[in-house]
C-alpha cells in the first residue's frame, strides 16, 4: 500500500504544476490584449469637419470657386496631415466642361475647399510620378475625386459620364 500512495504525490504535482503554467499563460494573455486595447483606443481618427456657411451672394457661373494647382502644390498637400479634397481633371475627355461646373458648384454649394489638378498640363516626368503614387490611379477614367493625407490616398471618387448631368442640376437646388 505505500507504493500507491507514493505514487498519488507525483501525479498531484504534475497536476498542479500544469495548473499553474495555464494561470500563467492565461494571466500574460490578458496583460498583453489589455495593451492592445489601450493602444487601439488611443489612436486618432481621421475626420473632416465642414462647416456650413451661408453666402450673401448667388451662386455666379463665370466665377471659379475651386483653386487651381500644380504638381508641386499637389505633392504639399498630399504630405499634409490634413485632410485635403483634390479633383483630378484630363482635358481630353468630352465631359470637360461639365465635371469643372460640378467641381464649382460643390465647392460653392457644400462650401468646400476643392483644389483642381489638370493631368494634362503636367510635365511627362510629372505624370508619370503622379500615375506611380498609387496603382489604383493608372487604371481609373478621367475626372474624379480624391481625398488624400498623410501620404495616402482615403478615398477616390469617380462619377460616370451619363449621370454628371443629374449631379449638377442637383447641386443648384
Known sequence: MS?????????NNKVIILFICIIIVLIISNIYFISIYNKANKEDKITQEI??????EDYQDNKK???????KKFKKL???????TIAILDNTTNTHDKFIEMINKIAYYKNT??????INKLS??????????????SSLETNYILSVS????????TFTNDKLNKIVEGLGE
Open 51 to 56: 462647416l456650413f456657411r451661408e453666402t450673401d
Open 3 to 11: 507504493k500507491k500512495k507514493q505514487n498519488k504525490k507525483p501525479n
Open 124 to 137: 511627362k516626368k510629372n505624370t508619370i510620378a503622379f500615375y506611380e503614387l498609387d496603382e489604383r490611379l
Open 113 to 118: 475647399k476643392i483644389y483642381l489638378l489638370e
Open 78 to 84: 498630399y504630405k499634409d496631415e490634413d485632410i485635403t
Open 150 to 157: 498623410n501620404n495616402q490616398i482615403l478615398s477616390i471618387t
Open 65 to 71: 470657386y475651386y483653386a487651381t494647382i500644380s504638381y
